[in-house]
């Protein structure tokens, strides 16, 4: 299984961006989805999730902003940022649960700078 992530650039404060994450390969059921992300000099940090009840779940400093999204029949998993800050620059993620064993994707670098 494989998850490749796109979507990420350079955007200015307040723009929005849309990153995606599809995961291919033998795949029978994808549990749980979800994005991390690492500024420079900082440990990973959770940022959303989903299940596959749709049950999500954000870090205090995205609620409001961004929204997390699936489609099950592409294997893919979606994160809306909106009203983006300086704060959020960091490599983004997507991490998913695929048959009980879990997978990384590669990053994409999301900077928001003016």
């Known amino acids: 299984v494989q998850l490749q992530a796109s979507g990420g650039g350079l955007v200015q404060p307040g723009e929005s961006l849309r990153l995606s994450c599809a995961a291919s390969?033998?795949?029978?059921?994808?549990?749980?989805m979800g994005w991390y992300r690492q500024a420079p000099g900082k440990q990973r940090e959770l940022v959303a999730t989903?299940?596959?009840?749709?049950?999500?779940n954000y870090a205090d400093s995205v609620k409001g902003r961004f929204t997390i999204s699936r489609d099950n029949a592409k294997n893919t998993v979606y994160l809306q940022m909106n009203s983006l800050k300086p704060e959020d620059t960091a490599v983004y993620y997507c991490h998913m649960l695929v048959d009980s064993r879990a997978y990384w994707g590669q990053g994409t670098l999301v900077t928001v700078s003016s």
């Open positions: 989903v299940t596959n009840s749709d049950t999500t």
């Open positions: 390969g033998n795949i029978f059921t994808i549990n749980y």
